[in-house]
């Protein structure tokens, strides 16, 4: 199919059809461009070219645009006539020929990202042509326009210059953004701009350290004057990390004092261990200056205590955090504000303050990207005109009598397109009769053109239904393209067919029911028994009960150690198994979890550390940086201890942390961990060293054990109030029933008061039911029979006595 810029003229000895003639006049007398159809536009705007009036071809086909935004070859116009459609380059050509390259060069690529003008081998070539012209215009006009670019960079960096001299660092940042947005690249404004940047965020944060402590100091004066030591103390510690005066430690060693004074001597010990308890459910809690405020107790009572100076840090750090992110919020709030208001040096100021306190933040990369390309329009191009956005369906259409339709036989219908425009486009969206149809969209840069997707979910009535698509552009232009669909209802879902229809759902049950007797036949014939008696649940699906515990495990973990003690054959192990599934699985916004399983039983004392290593990497891989060689085992190493581990995770934890941008946590999920307490305790002090000291911040422990509570109790333990205690009770009376019903619904059956017979006699706990069902349903199968009765559960407990 061939398009040409201006149609051709018409021989003498072939005349115009009538119908024609008396259309283009109709067209002509109805005055108002709005009511014209969009292919009166488009035969405008290539008369408008052939004349060479290059504004009214821009403005014509414009208007083409609005009424119709995607390209077609052979698209009907009016009666049976077809024309090739391709607006955009259309557009570009008359850009060319007014000046303005870089708008036909953004429309020349939008026409071609549609994807139609390919199917026609002279307005390709005819795209291909005008792109060159326009490209080799361009630079030209470049050329002769001399240094502007450099000239904007020079004067923009004295001008950072003189007021970064002058002490004024956001009007610097503000004059230095002119110049990096005509030349992004340059190495001088970058050094400058990203020290202007560190500076000014070192001076807010002097600024705002002051302005909190004076208002911390005021605040804990009143806490002293009220009797209210623990508050008092915390903000005065927290005034002596920035304000360290004579004052504030007086007033702190005072607060330390009443503190000190209202606890008895021999209530000590017992105070420091509850305040520590006290801090941590107020820390998961999410309350940090409470838990900071516990703290002081401690504090006063035991200045040098290792935990909670430990503690203390990790909840200042959080603190500090979280006030970062409020203030990171903030100052994107005031940039957006800048950024709607035009005032884009302001803005791009606003975002490298940002970018100071968090690097890489995607909303103030977003601001930099929209303030430079505004900032680099208005500097370098003020007079560049726009291209209207482009619409493209996913389009199924075919030719039918004349008109592009799909055909679906099914009521529910999704359409799908993009727009293609050098902005985000809004898309609005109109069905049947005008109604307004909901529709999504979502934009993302491509190169330098933004590509706009949207859907639209419709219920489709019989007959003809007809979407019209309307994109505009940041600027306010506009395209407009309409997609009919026409839905022809099967005979199926007409009412008629369902009157004698009626014995379909019978038929169907019948089916059900076959399907059903089927599957039990085959199950029963393999002795199906989904029961486990013995070794660790694995399955998700056999795992009943345990939802709440893991859920407080998940909610604890990220800064916390945990103690999982219990009876033997409770499910301690079958919770660390499923632990770690929930863990790898976890999409956590701050942590990046690792967990890792390790058994202990068996594990003797001097290749304790060999064994940890190997269980850890085993897991998680070899740490970065072993020149591609495998790791040797550490239990085929003669001497293994904790120095080599420590060696070997500080690699493991740097390999890790470099494939994730979030924090990595390393969680040991360790198993029979009462093998500790027949080692010689400076082993336990090694271990607990580097949780506490050397990876304090990737490392934690979920352990699990029967005796160990009772051991680790003592003071002289070293694990003494390290872990935070969780006990693996029995489960739930309805989580037990569901254990016993479950597994074997569909296959077998139940009688009454079976499932709560079982439940009460075995307490709730998960071993004793899987071994009693296990056993029930492989006496069913020796017996050839269906149904568990209670007859059976009491001979099976007899068997069992």
Not at 400 to 417: H, K, Q, S, Y
Request: hydrophobic content about 45%; some cysteine; proline content about 5%.
């Amino acid at each position: 199919m061939t398009r040409r810029v201006a149609p051709a003229p018409v021989p003498p000895a072939r005349r115009p059809p009538v119908g024609v003639v008396l259309t283009v006049v109709l067209l002509a007398l109805a005055g108002s461009a709005a009511a014209d159809p969009w292919y009166a536009h488009h035969d405008n705007a290539r008369r408008a070219l052939a004349a060479g009036d290059w504004r009214l071809a821009v403005e014509e086909i414009n208007q083409a645009i609005e009424r119709r935004g995607d390209s077609g070859i052979r698209v009907r116009t009016y009666g049976m006539r077809v024309a090739d459609y391709f607006p955009y380059l259309t557009l570009g050509i008359a850009y060319h020929h007014l000046g303005q390259h870089d708008a036909a060069l953004e429309a020349f690529e939008t026409e071609e990202r549609l994807g139609v003008v390919q199917g026609s081998e002279e307005a390709s070539g005819e795209l291909e042509r005008y792109r060159a012209l326009a490209a080799a215009a361009r630079e030209e006009a470049a050329a002769a326009a001399g240094p502007t670019a450099e000239g904007i960079l020079a004067e923009s960096l004295a001008e950072a210059r003189d007021l970064d001299r002058r002490g004024l660092l956001d009007e610097a940042m503000a004059a230095l953004s002119r110049g990096l947005a005509v030349a992004p690249e340059d190495a001088d404004a970058t050094a400058l701009m990203a020290d202007l940047r560190d500076r000014a965020a070192a001076r807010d944060r002097a600024r705002r350290e002051q302005r909190e402590a004076a208002e911390n100091l005021a605040q804990a004066r009143a806490h002293l004057a009220r009797g209210e030591h623990g508050q008092a103390a915390a903000l005065l510690r927290r005034v002596l990390d920035v304000r360290p005066t004579d004052e504030v430690r007086r007033l702190l060693a005072e607060a330390q004092r009443a503190i000190l004074d209202e606890v008895e001597a021999e209530q000590r010990g017992e105070r420091i261990a509850n305040a520590l308890t006290e801090a941590r459910t107020l820390r998961d809690a999410g309350r940090t200056a409470d838990a900071l405020e516990r703290l002081e107790l401690v504090f006063a009572l035991d200045p040098g205590h290792a935990e909670a100076t430990a503690l203390r840090t990790r909840l200042a750090a959080e603190r500090d955090s979280a006030e970062r992110r409020a203030q990171v919020e903030e100052i994107l709030e005031e940039a957006a504000g800048h950024l709607d208001a035009g005032r884009f040096e302001a803005a791009l100021a606003a975002a490298n303050r940002v970018l100071a306190l968090e690097r890489g933040n995607a909303g103030a990369l977003e601001v930099v990207r929209r303030g430079y390309a505004a900032i680099s329009r208005r500097l370098l191009a003020p007079g560049s005109a726009d291209v209207p956005p482009a619409i493209r369906f996913a389009d199924r259409r075919q030719d039918l009598g004349g008109e592009l339709a799909e055909r679906v036989r099914e009521p529910d219908f999704r359409l799908t397109g993009v727009a293609i425009d050098g902005s985000p486009a809004t898309i609005a969206v109109a069905g049947a009769g005008g109604r307004e149809v909901a529709a999504s969209s979502a934009s993302q840069p491509v190169g330098e053109i933004y590509v706009t997707e949207f859907a639209v979910r419709e219920r489709l009535a019989p007959g003809a239904t007809v979407f019209a698509v309307t994109a505009t552009d940041a600027d306010g232009l506009t395209a407009r393209s309409e997609y009919t669909v026409i839905y022809g209802r099967p005979w199926f879902r007409s009412p008629w067919p369902w009157a004698s229809a009626a014995v379909v759902p019978v038929l169907l049950a019948a089916a059900v029911l076959a399907s059903r007797a089927r599957r039990r036949r085959r199950l029963r014939r393999r002795r199906f028994n989904p029961y486990i008696a013995g070794g660790p649940v694995f399955a998700e699906e056999l795992f009943y009960g345990r939802e709440p515990l893991l859920q407080r495990i998940l909610q604890t973990v990220h800064t916390n150690s945990l103690l999982l003690h219990g009876e033997r054959r409770i499910g301690k192990t079958s919770v660390l198994h499923q632990l770690r599934r929930r863990l790898e699985a976890l999409d956590d916004p701050d942590y990046r979890f690792h967990p890792v399983y390790v058994d202990l039983q068996g594990t003797p004392q001097e290749r304790f550390f060999a064994t940890l290593a190997d269980q850890v990497f085993d897991a998680l891989g070899p740490p970065a940086g072993d020149g591609g060689s495998a790791r040797v085992p550490a239990l085929a190493r003669p001497a293994y201890d904790d120095h080599d581990l420590v060696r070997e995770l500080h690699g493991l934890l740097g390999a890790l942390q470099q494939a994730s941008p979030k924090r990595v946590k390393v969680v040991l999920l360790i198993d029979e961990v009462d093998e500790l307490n027949d080692y010689d305790p400076r082993v336990n002090q090694k271990l607990r060293s580097l949780f506490m000291k050397r990876f304090a911040e990737n490392l934690v422990a979920v352990v699990a054990g029967v005796r160990i509570r009772r051991e680790w109790e003592k003071e002289a333990s070293p694990w003494y109030n390290f872990f935070e205690e969780i006990e693996v009770a029995p489960i739930a009376p309805e989580d037990a029933r569901e254990l016993v019903l479950r597994p074997i619904r569909g296959v077998f059956r139940v009688d009454p008061g079976v499932a709560e017979r079982i439940v009460a006699a075995c307490g709730g706990k998960p071993y004793p039911i899987q071994r009693r069902c296990l056993a029930l349903v492989h006496r069913l199968h020796e017996q050839g029979r269906r149904t568990i009765t209670l007859a059976d559960v009491e001979a099976v407990e007899r068997e069992g006595s």
